[in-house]
């Protein structure tokens, strides 16, 4: 999407960005759905011959301001799914190159990074040239992941989780664990 797009939205009442998603971009938005003003959703329809799943919303969702979603077609499993009464506080990016699933009542914190691609670096020649690596990620129901997190490609969040503010994670976390620090590892159950 480009600047000007950003712009158009960004000066939209919740309404018209909820109208403008569902009908310009590969979007669907849920009912109730709270897109403020400032988030960036970097989603175009794909070209003929491509077949990905796009964006999907599903009821109650909060995007606050400077939440990026951004996907391409790269791959048929590229795209972005989140599940109902899930928001996303400031600032907080989810690349879905590689796919992104998350499911309901996760709360993501400020500053919160979530990729599914990366690039070859063991290759000869410049790492501009390096080919692209994708694994989906997948955040499980009743997540909550701390300000500054940054969840890496390949990795699976267990239902009821808790990842701590700063971690970094590249590795699946079990249902119920509470994991911090860089790399983050376990340090307790919710149980």
Not at 90 to 105: A, E, F, H, L, P
Not at 106 to 115: E, K, N, R, S, Y
Request: hydrophobic share 40%.
């Amino acid at each position: 999407m480009g600047l000007g797009i950003r712009t158009a939205i960004k000066g939209m009442g919740k309404n018209w960005r909820v109208w403008f998603a569902r009908r310009y971009l590969v979007v669907s938005v849920g009912d109730n759905c709270d897109l403020r003003p400032g988030c960036v959703i970097e989603c175009g329809k794909p070209v003929s011959g491509q077949n990905y799943r796009g964006i999907i919303l599903g009821n109650d969702v909060t995007l606050c301001a400077g939440v990026v979603l951004t996907t391409d077609s790269y791959k048929p499993e590229s795209g972005i799914k989140i599940g109902n009464s899930t928001s996303f506080n400031r600032n907080t990016m989810i690349q879905g190159s590689g796919g992104v699933t998350i499911g309901d009542n996760v709360l993501v914190g400020p500053g919160v990074i979530i990729w599914s691609s990366g690039h070859e670096y063991s290759g000869m020649g410049p790492i501009r040239g390096q080919p692209l690596t994708f694994a989906p990620v997948v955040i499980e129901d009743d997540v909550w992941i701390g300000a500054g997190a940054i969840i890496l490609p390949g990795v699976t969040l267990g239902k009821g989780s808790v990842v701590g503010a700063g971690s970094v994670v590249r590795k699946n976390v079990p249902p119920m664990a509470v994991v911090v620090g860089n790399p983050a590892v376990e340090i307790n159950r919710r149980e």
